[in-house]
């Protein structure tokens, strides 16, 4: 019977997982636990679903750019250049790149000035915008002063790592 009882609550922890993979708006969460000798947990939960949207969002981007821009966020970027022309902003020079997953602020908190506008001129370490990662809030600095050229994301959405945040030249 113990083993049901293990296997209850393996059951439950898994589940937790994939609420907090959910919650997190994450794509992979991989967790060993460790028993004992010869008795262990490797768990690896993973979704799709946020890759998906992306390539719909890209290749249908040019008819659709506004509407596509507030419902997936991370898409902008690659949606860009069906829109505009431009290069990927990705590989811009000046470009700021995410260092992590999570979901993007542009201001302290709700109603406050932002952090980043188009046109502002930003010294080196002046914070750009804030990046929410499992409740904790990461200041993400400026690498180099200039002048914010563009914006890449939108207040509240999500993030992927090394989604370009914005191009600084």
């Known amino acids: 019977m113990g083993n049901k009882t293990s296997h209850d609550s393996d059951v439950?922890?898994?589940?937790?997982?994939?609420e907090?993979?959910?919650?997190?708006?994450?794509?992979?969460?991989?967790?060993k636990r460790d028993y004992g000798e010869n008795d262990s947990l490797n768990v690896?939960?993973?979704?799709?679903?946020?890759v998906a949207p992306q390539q719909v969002t890209t290749v249908a981007a040019a008819p659709a750019a506004p509407a596509a821009a507030p419902a997936a966020p991370a898409a902008?970027?690659?949606?860009?250049?069906?829109?505009?022309?431009?290069?990927?902003?990705?590989?811009?020079?000046?470009?700021?790149?995410?260092?992590?997953?999570?979901t993007v602020y542009m201001a302290?908190?709700?109603g406050a000035a932002p952090f980043s506008t188009v046109g502002k001129t930003v010294t080196?370490?002046?914070?750009?915008?804030?990046?929410?990662a499992m409740k904790t809030m990461n200041?993400?600095?400026?690498?180099?002063?200039?002048?914010?050229?563009?914006?890449?994301v939108e207040d509240g959405g999500p993030v992927e790592f090394g989604a370009p945040l914005m191009i600084i030249e």
């Open 12 to 18: 439950s922890f898994i589940q937790a997982l994939a």
């Open 20 to 31: 907090l993979l959910r919650q997190n708006d994450l794509t992979e969460l991989q967790v």
């Open 44 to 50: 690896r939960v993973s979704r799709q679903t946020a």
């Open 76 to 102: 902008p970027a690659a949606a860009a250049p069906a829109a505009g022309g431009d290069a990927d902003p990705a590989s811009h020079p000046g470009a700021v790149t995410s260092p992590m997953v999570g």
């Open 108 to 110: 302290a908190e709700p």
């Open 124 to 132: 080196e370490g002046e914070t750009l915008l804030i990046i929410e």
């Open 139 to 152: 200041h993400i600095p400026a690498p180099r002063a200039g002048t914010i050229k563009r914006i890449l």
